[in-house]
C-alpha cells in the first residue's frame, strides 16, 4: 500500500511559478515511477509529467514542456513538481500517482494517487 500527499498548490498570477510537492509512504518508493496528471473542470484528466524511479527519464505533456520540471528525491520518498510561467489553462487539480510500472503517459497504468491540490492561475 502507498499513500500519497499533495501539497503546494495555491493561487498564482499568470507568469508565475510554484512547486508542488508529494510525499509518499511505503518504504519501496525508491522503486515506483511517479506521476503528475491535472483536471481542469468539465475536463479529463491528463497527463502532465512522469518521472523513472532513478530519475534516469522524464517525460512531460506538449503543453507543459519546457515550463514544468519534475524531479524526485528517493531519500525523502518525495517527487515535486517545478511550474514556471504559469498560464490560467494550467489552472486545474493535480494529482501524483505512482505505478510499478514503467513510467507513462497512461492513468490506467497507475496504481496510487494522492487526494490532488488545486492550482489556480489569474490572469
Known amino acids: 500500500q502507498v499513500q500519497l500527499v499533495e501539497s503546494g498548490g495555491g493561487l498564482v498570477q499568470a507568469g508565475g511559478s510554484l512547486r508542488l510537492s508529494c510525499a509518499a509512504s511505503?518504504?519501496?518508493?525508491?522503486?515506483?515511477?511517479m506521476g503528475w496528471f491535472r483536471q481542469a473542470p468539465g475536463k479529463e484528466r491528463e497527463f502532465v509529467g512522469a518521472?523513472?524511479?532513478?530519475?534516469?527519464?522524464?517525460y512531460y505533456a506538449d503543453s507543459v514542456k519546457g515550463r514544468f520540471t519534475i524531479s524526485r528525491d528517493n531519500a525523502k520518498n518525495t517527487v515535486y513538481l517545478q511550474m514556471n510561467s504559469l498560464k490560467p489553462e494550467d489552472t486545474a487539480v493535480y494529482y501524483c500517482?505512482?505505478?510499478?510500472?514503467?513510467?507513462?503517459?497512461?492513468?490506467?497504468?497507475?496504481?496510487?494517487w494522492g487526494q490532488g491540490t488545486q492550482v489556480t492561475v489569474s490572469s
Open positions: 511505503g518504504r519501496t518508493f525508491s522503486s515506483y515511477a
Open positions: 518521472i523513472k524511479w532513478n530519475s534516469g527519464n522524464r
Open positions: 500517482a505512482s505505478t510499478t510500472n514503467i513510467a507513462t503517459m497512461d492513468p490506467n497504468e497507475y496504481d496510487y
